[in-house]
């Protein structure tokens, strides 16, 4: 099992940043692939960005590429969403992913095993 805890999210006005993290505990060698998606109230989750454990390798959502970044910390088993140029769409909540599996899509959240809680972001105009 691994567990993934988020943190970071808050209201900030249009044109601000904030960082996400994910600290991931448990059986944290198995981990493939970690992601993020996204929530607003009535629309399904949909991805933001994934990042290989391993290679590093980035993955990104049209709708935000060019603003936000996502980066790893393997000694720390943490990875990161830097989101610049925030715009009042990207109020949603925001959720932390991992899988262990070498197959499936990066980009569907029906790929991902483990989930974290969620964090709230609020972007106001």
């Known amino acids: 099992q691994v567990r993934l805890v988020e943190s970071g999210g808050g209201l900030v006005q249009t044109g601000g940043s904030l960082r996400l993290s994910c600290a991931a505990s448990g059986r944290t060698f198995s981990i493939y692939v970690m992601g993020w998606f996204r929530q607003a109230p009535g629309k399904e989750r949909e991805f933001v960005a994934a990042?290989?454990?391993?290679?590093?390798?980035?993955y990104y959502a049209d709708s935000v590429k060019g603003r936000f970044t996502i980066s790893r910390d393997n000694a720390k088993n943490t990875v990161y969403l830097q989101m610049n140029s925030l715009k009042p769409e990207d109020t949603a909540v925001y959720y932390c992913?991992?899988?262990?599996?070498?197959?499936?899509?990066?980009?569907?959240?029906?790929?991902?095993?483990?989930w974290g809680q969620g964090t709230q972001v609020t972007v106001s105009s």
């Open positions: 990042i290989s454990w391993s290679g590093g390798r980035t």
């Open positions: 992913a991992a899988d262990s599996s070498f197959s499936g899509s990066y980009y569907q959240a029906n790929r991902y095993t483990y």
